[in-house]
Nanobody, 125 residues
Framework: VQLQASGGGLVQTGGSLRLSCAASGRAFGRYGWFRQAPGKEREFAATNTWRGGNAYYSDSVKGRFTIFRDNTKNTLHLQMNSLKPEDTAVYFC?????????????????????WGQGTLVTVSS
């Protein structure tokens, strides 16, 4: 199983970025994105079922970020709009063969078995 994240970079406040993650190796039930800001703990950002249509977001990104999958290329995406300096972090794509319905499990890093390497997003003020 391999998750390969890309798309990070430097952007100004209010700008947009799209993160991508190439997924291969097996079928997944759910995928998502976590992030870790400098000096802070890793936190949940967004998740969706592999077949789509069941997205769930943290309060801090809801309304600004969109999680989706390109079915033809098996590539996961996180579209980030209206970026803020507090969005600065290393972003990790994640996946699991299982699916969860309770939001408390969706937010747990331990619920995801597979992790990609991080990609750094820096939002300047």
């Amino acid at each position: 199983v391999q998750l390969q994240a890309s798309g990070g970079g430097l952007v100004q406040t209010g700008g947009s970025l799209r993160l991508s993650c190439a997924a291969s190796g097996r079928a997944f039930g759910r995928y998502g994105w976590f992030r870790q800001a400098p000096g802070k703990e890793r936190e949940f950002a967004a998740t969706n079922t592999w077949r789509g249509g069941n997205a769930y977001y943290s309060d801090s990104v809801k309304g600004r970020f969109t999680i989706f999958r390109d079915n033809t290329k098996n590539t996961l995406h996180l579209q980030m709009n209206s970026l803020k300096p507090e969005d600065t972090a290393v972003y990790f794509c994640v996946a699991t063969a299982r699916d969860y319905t309770l939001s408390c499990y969706l937010r747990l890093s331990s619920s995801y078995d597979y992790w990609g390497q991080g990609t750094l997003v820096t939002v300047s003020s």
